[in-house]
């Protein structure tokens, strides 16, 4: 594997406990040139929480949602660059970092898989804009399957990807996104005092901003409404990432089935028996990057799933 990121930014993904999970990866890929360490996904999930509240304006609202139906199409899903300009304000009683502003930063060579930044733009901004915030940022979209077929993340052994949470493709971070925030963050020390913040939309509405000190994310994110409140939360906390935290717990469990011998009447009794197979199948279908739901169907009911939670799940 290639190892093409500074010290420095390694030094701060250790710092933050990304140090097994990247020699995890690395030595699973240790004989494969092709492979670079920038591409190593991070999971939103295993990012730690800051305090931060973040709300956005409604024409930033409009843009997000615009954004978001753009790249969940695989065939306009390009990582789209972006800055985010706002201000410290209190709204309601409570203080808030207040996005009020985008600007984006594309030119003519948009790629599915990678992205970069006008760095002059970016200075610009630092200079001239009356805002004390920037975020610097891009999409992660829903790419097609042939495209992600070539990824380090899709490549991942399974093993590694349920003890890290690893997402599908387009629904993590990466080490290069690190990198490229820390790059920016050392470019504005030399120019100005704004905060420097970066924000990575994922096509499924994940809306993750990372802070301008530890590698920590805003799970916190609101928009203003038309009465000038803070109104639509909106909820990718509460849906996918709860999901994903709720998915690596039952893997947990499901794991332990696998230590048990037996029949399974004899084990779990009826109905249970049937209600296991049931759930078994349902995880396995809902995320089938973690094996060991289908592992337990093997062992305890020859692999098959159950037919009644197909014909339930082809319906909705």
């Given at each position: 594997m290639k190892f093409d990121v500074p010290t420095v930014v390694m030094g701060k993904l250790f710092e933050n406990g990304y140090e097994d999970q990247i020699i995890d990866i690395v030595m699973a890929f240790e004989t494969d040139p092709s492979k670079e360490v920038s591409d190593i996904p991070l999971s939103p999930i295993s990012i730690r929480n800051s305090e931060q509240h973040i709300v956005l304006s409604t024409d930033i609202l409009e843009e997000y949602k615009k954004l978001v139906e753009r790249i969940k199409n695989p065939e306009t899903a390009e990582e789209i660059p972006f800055y985010l300009l706002g201000n410290n304000k209190i709204v309601n009683g409570e203080d808030v970092i207040s996005i009020e502003k985008i600007i984006y930063s594309i030119d003519d060579n948009l790629d599915d898989l990678r992205v970069s930044l006008d760095e002059q733009k970016f200075k610009k901004l630092l200079m001239d804009s009356n805002y004390s915030i920037i975020s610097i940022g891009h999409t992660h979209g829903n790419v097609s399957e042939e495209k992600k077929n070539n990824t380090l993340t899709e490549l991942l052994p399974s093993d590694i990807r349920e003890k890290y949470s690893i997402r599908d493709v387009g629904l993590n971070l990466s080490i290069a996104d690190i990198w490229q925030h820390e790059a920016f963050k050392s470019i504005a020390s030399q120019i100005s005092n704004k905060k420097v913040l970066q924000t990575i939309i994922m096509y499924n509405g994940d809306f993750i901003t990372i802070?301008?000190?530890?590698?920590?994310?805003?799970?916190?994110?609101?928009?203003?409404?038309?009465?000038?409140?803070?109104?639509?939360?909106?909820?990718?906390?509460?849906?996918?990432?709860?999901?994903?935290?709720?998915?690596?717990?039952?893997?947990?469990?499901?794991?332990?089935?696998?230590?048990?011998?037996?029949?399974?009447?004899?084990?779990?009794?009826?109905?249970?028996?049937?209600?296991?197979?049931?759930?078994?199948?349902?995880?396995?279908?809902?995320?089938?990057?973690?094996?060991?739901?289908?592992?337990?169907?093997?062992?305890?009911?020859?692999?098959?799933?159950?037919?009644?939670?197909?014909?339930?799940?082809k319906k909705m």
């Open positions: 802070d301008d000190g530890s590698i920590s994310k805003s799970n916190n994110v609101q928009a203003i409404n038309q009465e000038n409140e803070i109104g639509d939360d909106l909820g990718f906390w509460t849906t996918d990432m709860i999901y994903y935290y709720y998915i690596r717990e039952v893997g947990g469990i499901s794991s332990a089935l696998l230590e048990l011998n037996g029949n399974v009447i004899d084990i779990f009794g009826y109905p249970d028996c049937f209600k296991l197979q049931s759930s078994m199948t349902l995880f396995a279908v809902a995320d089938p990057s973690t094996s060991v739901f289908q592992d337990v169907l093997e062992k305890f009911y020859e692999g098959k799933s159950d037919e009644n939670t197909l014909k339930l799940l």
